[in-house]
């Protein structure tokens, strides 16, 4: 599985990005993709998550500002980003769940720079 990550960027605290992750390769039985951050000198951490049937999970510190959402068909998975705040800051990695039957295994997508300025 490869994932091909985008849509990172400089932006003002209180405006919209929108990141994009491609998956491809041997997607089949991918369980779940999310999105996760680092920011420099902190663990990394769970954005959003989604699951094949639909099911959504949200950091509390994002809840109500951020919305991941799929496209099947494009095999790709989008977290809209509003009312970003300096504390966003970080590398956001994507991130895919592949069920082998006995067990998953974790994918990571290179990553993109979101910088928001105060």
């Known amino acids: 599985v490869q994932l091909q990550a985008s849509g990172g960027g400089l932006v003002q605290a209180g405006g919209s990005l929108r990141l994009s992750c491609a998956a491809s390769?041997?997607?089949?039985?991918?369980?779940?993709m999310g999105w996760y951050r680092q920011a420099p000198g902190k663990e990394r951490e769970l954005v959003a998550g989604i699951t094949s049937s639909g099911t959504i999970n949200y950091a509390d510190s994002v809840k109500g500002r951020f919305t991941i959402s799929r496209d099947n068909a494009k095999n790709t998975v989008y977290l809209q980003m509003n009312s970003l705040k300096p504390e966003d800051t970080a590398f956001y990695y994507c991130n895919a769940e592949k069920s082998y039957g006995t067990g998953y295994r974790t994918y990571w997508g290179q990553g993109t720079q979101v910088t928001v300025s105060s």
């Open positions: 390769g041997s997607i089949f039985s991918i369980v779940r």
